[in-house]
């Protein structure tokens, strides 16, 4: 079967690769594309590396030009999609890429978004431990899905097999990422400009506000911990696309440095797209880049007491698109892997 795809915000970062992955889909067909100041114009005006798209034109955005499609992908700002997903019908498969229904508390959206909360929908991290089985569990035959924040899942996934695992506690985490410019999207800021960020790394969004941090730890409880703290600082630094996440956590005392790696490697035993690496190995975001896969790099500190992880992602792909195509892919019943790489590109 082949299945009709809309996909709004299609001018954008994430909207483009939404469109760069479907194009080797064999069961997606896109038929539609919108946007919002660039509608009018071809597609391949603003996205020429989309060569496959060159009949499309982009629409206006709205729930009339999406309605009547199998699968609608929106890669809105936060706070443009809850309005327009509340009037597509019941049966689409719709796919959210902004925050609009990540959060299942509303005093998490007030205190780190504000403005009307749309409720939450299922996470689209299929990977990602939970006490009782993954997060794939929730998402088959689902028909809403909220597509994952790229800094949000790095960390989630590096932490919730050892929160599940009971091998580490759930204070005290500390996460310190580095990552590139794509995830703030594609309109222009002054402090993106490549004049700005070439040579130089920026934190940003320090001391607790930034909005992922409600979203890892919504992830953290669904793996079994109580109300976990995390101190997590971005680092903006002059490379395209890419997520380096050190995420480091206190280790439970009394567990073995064996006992600790376990549960990283009976997490993801058995997944295509999210790999731990041999014992002193650590990723790098180049081993990554187009591809659909975080890896893992796995350490014990035993003279500090705590277990570091270091995942590499490409946050467009793994982090957004990537993570938003598998999901549906699972909800529909198809191959998970199916139009996904798992090959990164080199050099």
């Not at 009709?4 to 080797?24: F, H, P, T």
Request: hydrophobic share 45%; charged share 15%.
């Amino acid at each position: 079967m082949t299945y009709s795809v809309a996909v709004s915000g299609a001018s954008g970062y994430a909207g483009g690769e939404i469109l760069r992955l479907l194009a080797d889909h064999p069961d997606f067909e896109v038929r539609t594309v919108t946007a919002h100041a660039n509608a009018g114009q071809p597609l391949v005006a603003v996205q020429p590396h989309l060569r496959a798209y060159t009949h499309l034109t982009l629409q206006e955005t709205s729930a009339e030009t999406l309605a009547g499609h199998d699968v609608v992908f929106l890669a809105l700002p936060h706070g443009a999609s809850g309005a327009i997903a509340a009037q597509l019908p019941d049966e689409t498969l719709v796919i959210d890429c902004g925050a609009d229904h990540r959060l299942e508390r509303e005093s998490d959206w007030a205190a780190f978004y504000g403005g009307d909360h749309h409720g939450a929908w299922s996470y689209g991290v299929p990977e990602l431990p939970r006490l009782s089985g993954t997060q794939r569990d929730r998402l088959a035959r689902t028909r809403r899905i909220a597509a994952p924040g790229c800094n949000a899942s790095t960390v989630a996934l590096s932490l919730a097999p050892g929160i599940r695992a009971g091998v580490i506690e759930d204070r005290d985490l500390v996460s310190v990422l580095a990552v590139g410019p794509s995830g703030a999207g594609k309109s222009l800021k002054a402090h993106l400009l490549a004049s700005e960020i070439l040579g130089s790394a920026n934190p940003y969004s320090v001391g607790g506000v930034h909005r992922h941090i409600p979203e890892i730890a919504q992830a953290l409880r669904w793996a079994g911990a109580s109300e976990p703290t995390i101190s997590f600082t971005p680092v903006l630094v002059p490379m395209s696309r890419g997520i380096l996440a050190t995420s480091t956590a206190r280790i439970v005392p009394g567990t073995d440095a064996a006992t600790v790696r376990a549960a990283w490697e009976d997490a993801y035993a058995g997944e295509q797209f999210v790999q731990l690496l041999p014992p002193g190995q650590f990723p790098r975001t180049a081993d990554v880049l187009g591809a659909n896969t975080a890896l893992l790099g796995l350490a014990v500190d035993e003279t500090a007491g705590r277990v570091v992880v270091v995942a590499a992602v490409d946050n467009l792909v793994k982090g957004t698109a990537g993570a938003a195509i598998q999901s549906a892919n699972i909800a529909l019943g198809i191959a998970e892997s199916t139009g996904l790489p798992v090959n990164g590109v080199a050099p």
